[in-house]
T-cell receptor, first 114, second 113 residues
Framework: EAGVVQSPRYKIIEKKQPVAFWCNPISGHNTLYWYRQNLGQGPELLIRYENEEAVDDSQLPKDRFSAERLKGVDSTLKIQPAELGDSAVYLC????????????FGPGTRLTVL | GEDVEQSLFLSVREGDSSVINCTYTDSSSTYLYWYKQEPGAGLQLLTYIFSNMDMKQDQRLTVLLNKKDKHLSLRIADTQTGDSAIYFCAEKPGSGGSYIPTFGRGTSLIVHP
């Protein structure tokens, strides 16, 4: 069974440019999470989806970040415009059910903003 | 708010046991987790423990929970070079039905021959 797939794996952009990350969760997992992991830190939740519905998005900086999961499967996280402080690894995870006892993480997208 | 603390580094010799410690502040935590992150990879769930348990063993891994002191530890027996990675402790709060985990900063385990 394929794990959580993320692309791209690496992205380098200049500040003020837009950027998008894509995630394909494990088949059948209805809950999807986006995390940001700064260097030397643990992951911090940005947003959680249950099917198509976004829940737990209080940590998402809504002035520049947006996310969607239109058909309840794949998800896209966008930043527009990117700032220097957005440099981090963006991790996607998925789980079955809403309690999320066991989350499966993708390899992440490493974003560098110059 | 919730806070999870871990020491940043641990260095052990191959074949020895490793003990990684974690403290947390949320007394309502229901699940406590240990994740492993290898370079360039996502987090891999190693094991988790319910807050009403005090010990869980899974092959070379032993998790000990002292709920009174809010202290969690992960013991790796017969540590191998392949165990070199960053280990994250995480806790899930007990209130509500959502899963918003709080992660520690991670402990970098270095295993040398």
């Amino acid at each position: 069974e394929a794990g959580v797939v993320q692309s791209p794996r690496y992205k380098i952009i200049e500040k003020k440019q837009p950027v998008a990350f894509w995630c394909n969760p494990i088949s059948g997992h209805n809950t999807l999470y986006w995390y940001r992991q700064n260097l030397g830190q643990g992951p911090e939740l940005l947003i959680r989806y249950e099917n198509e519905e976004a829940v737990d998005d209080s940590q998402l900086p809504k002035d520049r970040f947006s996310a969607e999961r239109l058909k309840g499967v794949d998800s896209t996280l966008k930043i527009q415009p990117a700032e220097l402080g957005d440099s981090a690894v963006y991790l996607c995870a998925s789980s079955s059910g809403t309690s999320g006892v066991t989350q499966y993480f993708g390899p992440g997208t490493r974003l560098t903003v110059l | 708010g919730e806070d999870v603390e871990q020491s940043l580094f641990l260095s052990v010799r191959e074949g020895d046991s490793s003990v990684i410690n974690c403290t947390y502040t949320d007394s309502s935590s229901t699940y406590l987790y240990w994740y492993k992150q290898e370079p360039g990879a996502g987090l891999q769930l190693l094991t988790y423990i319910f807050s009403n348990m005090d010990m869980k063993q899974d092959q070379r891994l032993t998790v000990l929970l002292n709920k009174k002191d809010k202290h969690l530890s992960l013991r790796i027996a017969d540590t191998q070079t392949g165990d070199s990675a960053i280990y994250f402790c995480a806790e899930k709060p007990g209130s509500g039905g959502s899963y918003i985990p709080t992660f520690g900063r991670g402990t970098s385990l270095i295993v040398h021959p």
